[in-house]
């Protein structure tokens, strides 16, 4: 089976990754700083079916992983719609602002986000890793 770990796992882009995993049959694994804010988002990924685990972020990752055959790849979101951005504009309409400064002219949403992760995971080689993908 395949496993995907989600580093600094939170409510918007964080959950949606692990909801589109979770739902492909992947092993889901939570990591961030806040061990009750891990547990919420179990919780929530469980109504769903989905078995997720959690790992505190009290270590740094190891720049040796390639050795174990684990590809390290990442997701630069641009400014995606999720509900700290609705808190970030404090109900202002930023849209125009935002799209006329994005190249597809739109605000991407965090499905987009798990749907990029899903084609970096599974349609890039097995050969490619460290990338950085800006998705926005």
């Known amino acids: 089976s395949k496993s995907i770990m989600i580093i600094g796992a939170g409510p918007g882009i964080?959950?949606?990754v692990a909801r589109r995993f979770g739902h492909e049959g992947w092993q889901i694994v939570l990591t961030g700083r806040s061990v009750e804010r891990l547990a919420d988002l179990i919780a929530e990924l469980e109504v769903d079916?989905?078995?997720a685990?959690?790992?505190?972020a009290e270590t740094r990752a190891s720049v040796e992983l390639g050795g174990e055959g684990i590809r390290v790849n990442g997701i630069a979101p641009g400014f995606i719609k999720?509900?700290?951005?609705?808190?970030f504009t404090q109900g202002r309409d930023m849209r125009p602002f935002y799209e006329a400064n994005v190249p597809l002219g739109r605000i991407g949403e965090a499905k987009e986000i798990a749907d990029a992760m899903v084609w970096l995971s599974l349609i890039t080689p097995p050969n490619v890793t460290d990338q950085t993908?800006?998705?926005d």
């Open 133 to 135: 993908i800006t998705v």
């Open 49 to 51: 079916g989905i078995t």
């Open 14 to 16: 964080g959950q949606a």
């Open 53 to 56: 685990y959690a790992v505190p």
């Open 82 to 87: 999720t509900e700290m951005s609705d808190r």
